[in-house]
């Protein structure tokens, strides 16, 4: 176990020089007071987990102090936004403070969001206020215990340093970890301003500390976009199987690496609705539930265009084109999963389907119906399910034919069935309520709702006494809560 002070920094990105970043020092924000911090995110820095309790924990990651050995840079991409290149983007308020390097040989980015003005700022202050910080950090952790791909969060700082939203507000900074920052927008710059020779240097550089393996491939560059196809297609799957939507699928919002990235107004679906368009301020529905399957295709293209320069066209299309194939497969193997199924029959994804059309035509609580299903016998389960649908006789007929296909794989010891299911359908999800509360309390600053709520959901699939209520159904008016892309 290290203290701050023994991180070892290694800085890949860095020496890439001033075609890729620029180096920007953090402004410090006043005041600094720790908000919450993740002892599974510290654990993956080796950091002793008794370091967040030292001033100069918040001190450090409110700016005030740096490593001797980092090298804080404020990185330059574009990206495409609801579907308009965006040619001038970059991070306006988020610096790479370095590359840390564990006891594993990992290789962590330390990011510094909300760390003040970069070149990249365009109209923004270069700030991040409280409430999106806490939301990107719950959301965060939460996914990463349930096991779908994301950046990582280390703490959230608070401070009385005023920022100015549709209200006043105050300034805080978020410290995310991930294996790399690279967006697909990373190469959209390089591909839109005709620096070709830069955008072989950063997908060399992608491909010698992020895929190793497809250097040894024929191709390697075609080899990594085929990579990101299926880790892409991967992870939207999750999201899709979770009920998770992020709410701004720009370009410069997709992780190279497939990793769920930049939280905004994401949200987890409370009541199932596939055309839920959790962004307030995305009045099309372009980023809607059920479209981001397409829209991660779309987004796919982009990076493949942008790949021109370094692949053959043939070899992009043909990456491209296992996307949705893999996508159904790996939705359809979780879903078969959160239904308790062990084995794959081909009227499996028609049962999914139909399921989903009964959830929607009722409103039913998309999460608690799965965990609710895996907590007694089936055929009880349905008894008590059954309740919440309004199509009745839809609902008996698809029990029914659910029931004789479970019956199909023989009998079952419901004491592992119960295991089972219980391992990939949380009791406890972070709905928008949850998190609203939080923020609340948080705002008048009481972290202790922030600290319990993400203690909670670092342990989505265990039944943890005295935490009941986390698990309740939403009330109807956290179910409409109007979240922007103000941050
Ligand atoms: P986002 O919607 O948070 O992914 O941000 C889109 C772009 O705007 C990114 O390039 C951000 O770095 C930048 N940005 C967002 N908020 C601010 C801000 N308050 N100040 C400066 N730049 C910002
Ligand atoms: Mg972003």
């Known amino acids: ?41 510290m654990a993956l820095l080796d950091l002793d987990p008794g370091e967040s309790a030292r001033p100069e924990f918040a001190a450090l990651f409110a700016g005030h102090r740096l490593w001797q050995d980092a090298e804080p840079r404020a990185m330059v991409y574009s990206g495409h936004q609801f579907g308009m290149y965006n040619p001038q983007l970059g991070d306006g308020r988020g610096l790479l403070l370095g590359e840390v390097v564990n006891a594993r040989g990992e290789y962590w980015d330390l990011h510094l969001k909300g760390a003040g003005y970069t070149p990249y700022s365009r109209m923004g202050d270069g700030r991040a206020v409280l409430r999106s910080s806490i939301r990107e950090f719950l959301a965060s952790e939460h996914l990463a215990a349930l096991g779908i791909p994301t950046t990582r969060a280390l703490c959230v700082v608070a401070s009385t340093t005023p920022v100015y939203r549709e209200r006043a507000e105050t300034a805080a900074m978020l410290l995310r970890l991930s294996p790399s920052h690279l967006r697909f927008g990373h190469f959209e710059f390089f591909y839109y301003t005709r620096q ?31 990579e990101v196809v299926e880790r892409t297609a991967a992870t939207i799957a999750l999201w899709q199987a979770y009920g998770f939507c992020h709410g701004v699928m720009n370009t410069d919002n997709m992780s190279l690496l497939g990793l769920t990235f930049d939280y905004g107004p994401y949200a987890f679906l409370d009541d199932f609705d596939a055309h839920h368009v959790c962004n307030h301020s995305d009045d099309s529905g372009r980023y809607s539930f059920e479209n981001q399957v397409p829209i991660a295709h779309w987004n796919l293209s982009a990076l493949g265009q942008a790949l021109t320069p370094l692949v053959a066209v043939e070899q992009l299309r043909e990456s491209l084109a296992l996307f949705l194939p893999l996508y159904q497969a790996h939705y359809l193997d979780r879903m078969r999963r959160r239904l308790g199924l062990r084995t794959a029959e ?77 391992a990939v359908n949380p009791r406890y999800i972070l709905r928008n309520y949850l998190a609203q509360q939080a923020i609340e309390a948080a705002e008048q600053g009481d972290y202790g709702p922030v600290r319990e709520l993400h203690a909670v959901l670092s342990r989505p699939f265990a039944d943890q006494p005295g935490m009941e209520r986390y698990a309740e159904r939403p009330p109807e008016w956290g179910k409409h809560l109007e979240i922007s892309c103000s941050s």
Not at 371 to 390: W, Y
Request: proline content about 5%; hydrophobic content about 45%; some cysteine.
């Open 1 to 41: 176990m290290k203290t701050l002070d023994q991180l070892a920094f290694d800085n890949r990105f860095a020496r890439l020089g001033d075609t890729f970043s620029t180096r920007v020092l953090p402004q410090p924000i006043e005041q600094p007071r720790l908000v919450v911090a993740s002892p599974a995110a």
């Open 346 to 422: 081909d009227g499996d994804e028609v049962l999914v389907q139909r399921l989903l059309a009964l959830m929607q035509q009722g409103g039913v609580d998309y999460s608690r119906f799965f965990r609710s299903l895996g907590d007694e016998p089936a055929a009880a389960a349905m008894q008590r399910l059954r309740e919440d649908f309004v199509d009745l006789a839809g609902f008996d007929a698809w029990a029914a034919d659910y029931l004789a296909r479970a019956a199909r794989e023989g009998a079952q010891d419901e004491s592992e069935r119960r295991a089972r299911m219980h």
């Open 196 to 226: 070709h020779e830069a955008l072989r240097q950063l997908a060399e550089h992608a491909l010698d500390c992020h895929f190793p393996a497809c250097r040894e491939q024929a191709q390697p560059f075609a080899a990594m976009f085929r």
